[in-house]
Nanobody
Framework: QVQLRESGGGSVQAGGSLRLSCAGS????????MGWFRQAPGQGREFVAG????????FYGDSVKERFTISRDDAMNRVYLQMNNLKPEDTAIYLC???????????WGQGTQVTVSS
């Protein structure tokens, strides 16, 4: 069974940084795309960033480009999200996800809360 567990969330002031981590098990993560999504109260789930398994290429949602960086460590079955220059609108629950591309994202973690104050 695939399991994903996020960590690293917290509260910061605008302009600050956080680094999220996601530990996975139950899948050969070296052959799976990994990603981050977020969901703010009363809003739908928004794609944040992804990283492909075959070439390690990252891809980002428009709202986080040039501020967030996704990376992965396949030996540790982990994916990271470095978030810089955080803004209050980045406040949300951040969820880790995985997929066997080209299939849709099919496994999700429970999420970690990120709160950015102005």
């Amino acid at each position: 069974q695939v399991q994903l567990r996020e960590s690293g969330g917290g509260s910061v002031q605008a302009g600050g940084s956080l680094r999220l981590s996601c530990a996975g098990s139950g899948r050969t993560f070296g052959r799976a795309d990994m990603g981050w999504f977020r969901q703010a109260p009363g809003q739908g789930r928004e794609f944040v960033a992804g990283i492909r398994w075959n070439d390690g290429a990252p891809f980002y949602g428009d709202s986080v480009k040039e501020r967030f960086t996704i990376s992965r460590d396949d030996a540790m079955n982990r994916v990271y999200l470095q978030m810089n220059n955080l803004k209050p609108e980045d406040t949300a629950i951040y969820l880790c996800a995985t997929r066997s591309a080209p299939m849709p994202w099919d496994y999700w973690g429970q999420g970690t809360q990120v709160t950015v104050s102005s």
